[in-house]
Structures are given as structure tokens and as C-alpha cells.
């Protein structure tokens, strides 16, 4: 009997330091992210064409001439929102309003549905195109599929899931990846046209790397951009001011 009871007791033991190892391991993970460097902060400040608003979520709400399209952005895994507030910004500056969503830990996937709260906060925009940063689009892929109230899906450096099947839908989307991205599988990438709409738009930047999008400094693994300071930024910026106006026609 005495070692039946040591064996639960032994198992018991076991399990609760396997759970307090994985908790541990868990929040070391998430406690970490890339932290978006000082010109990346510089375009949270207000200026004449954008006022920006932070209360968890962050808002660019273009100065005048607002158009009818509102962008909500998911960042990348473990990068933090503002490191892409210059992209952001910029958009904003031509008409569109923009909001980087808060998500727990710098993580989509532990709240692929912010975009809901989001839209509920912003009842002025009628209409919404949602898009994210590698894991951040995966996340935004899914809720563009599942909800008829987003027209438009932006992808940078991401691609659906394959149960995440889009070709049916009636969503536009935009997909842009760096040809020295060395971050994101490319071939899924490229090879997510089978899942995508027939008009869907794929555009490589030549150059371009994996955290060009945002600005928080060298992603481990990544490869070398040969563009020059915000290039990338800026090219992605054309693209999908573009692509938002495309659905404004």
C-alpha cells in the first residue's frame, strides 16, 4: 500500500513540476519582444496631417479628409506595436484611418478577434480592410475569412493557414514580401495564391527583408536588407495606399 501511495505521490510530484517548467518556460517566452526603436516612437507624436491616440490600441486618425476605410494592422509575433508606427502614420496621412491592435504578450494568436473590439470602438468608419506582420497576418487572414464587415486583407511576409482557404471569398487581397526575407517560409508565400481570390495582388520588394516593415532593429535569423533606410516602409506604403484606394472605386 505504502508504495502505491509513493508512486501517486511521485507522479503527482511529477506532473506539477512539468506544469511549473512549462509556465516558466512560457512567460521567459513572451516576456521578450523586439522593441521598436527611437525613429519608430517619433511617429506616435500628433502633427498636422495625423493625431495619433494611444490608449492601448493605437489610433492614427487622419487631420481632414478622412476617407471611408479604416486599416486595422496586427504586428508580428513578439515585436512591438509601435515599431510600426511609421508605416501606419504614413497611411493615415493619406486620408485612411489606422490602428495598430494591442494584443496580449505582442501576440495575434492570443487574440486573433481584437479586430471586433476595434471595430466596435470606431463606429464613425463604415467600412474595413484588416491586414498583419508574418504571424499577425496569419491571425488577420482568419478573421477577414470569418467576418463579412472586412472587404480588404494586407498580408506582409505572411500567408493563411492552410484550413484558411480565401479563394472563394469575396475579400481583395494584397500580399508583399522582401526578396531577402530569410523569417517567413517563401514558398508559402508565394505558393498561397492557390487559396487567394483570382485578384489577388502579390508584390516581392526587391531588397527587402523580413523586419523591414517595422522598425525594431534586426529579427534573429533574418537576412540582410540592401535597401536604404525606410525604403521598404515606404514602397509598402504606396502599395497599400494604393490597394485602399482600388476599393474606394
Known amino acids: 500500500m505504502k508504495q502505491k501511495k509513493s508512486w501517486k505521490v511521485k507522479t503527482l510530484v511529477g506532473i506539477a513540476v512539468f506544469l511549473l517548467i512549462a509556465i516558466v518556460g512560457f512567460f521567459i517566452f513572451v516576456s521578450t519582444s523586439y522593441e521598436a526603436i527611437s525613429s519608430a516612437k517619433k511617429s506616435l507624436q500628433s502633427d498636422d496631417q495625423v493625431t495619433v491616440k494611444r490608449d492601448g490600441d493605437i489610433l492614427f486618425e487622419p487631420g481632414s479628409e478622412a476617407k471611408e476605410i479604416g486599416f486595422i494592422f496586427y504586428p508580428g509575433a513578439k515585436v512591438e506595436a509601435p515599431a510600426y508606427a511609421p508605416m501606419a502614420k504614413e497611411i493615415a496621412a493619406k486620408g ?11 501576440l495575434a494568436i492570443l487574440s486573433p478577434n481584437r479586430a471586433g473590439q476595434i471595430i466596435s470602438d ?109 525604403q521598404q516602409i515606404q514602397d509598402t506604403v504606396k502599395y497599400v495606399v494604393d490597394f485602399l484606394g482600388e476599393l474606394r472605386d
Do not use: C
Request: charged share 20%.
Open 96 to 106: 485612411y484611418p489606422v490602428i495598430i491592435a494591442d494584443l496580449p504578450f505582442n
Open 122 to 230: 470606431h463606429p464613425s468608419v463604415k467600412r474595413w480592410v484588416i491586414g498583419g506582420h508574418s504571424l499577425g497576418g496569419v491571425m488577420a487572414a482568419d478573421y477577414a475569412l470569418d467576418h463579412d464587415n472586412i472587404e480588404g486583407l494586407v498580408l506582409l511576409a505572411s500567408y493563411p493557414q492552410s484550413k484558411t482557404d480565401l479563394s472563394g471569398s469575396s475579400l481583395k487581397v494584397l500580399s508583399i514580401w522582401g526578396s531577402h526575407d530569410l523569417v517567413a517560409d517563401l514558398d508559402k508565400v508565394k505558393d498561397a495564391k492557390s487559396m487567394m481570390p483570382s485578384d489577388a495582388e502579390f508584390i516581392e520588394i526587391e531588397g527587402g527583408n523580413h523586419g523591414g516593415f517595422g522598425e525594431y532593429g534586426h529579427q534573429k535569423g533574418d537576412g540582410d536588407s540592401s535597401l536604404p533606410g525606410d
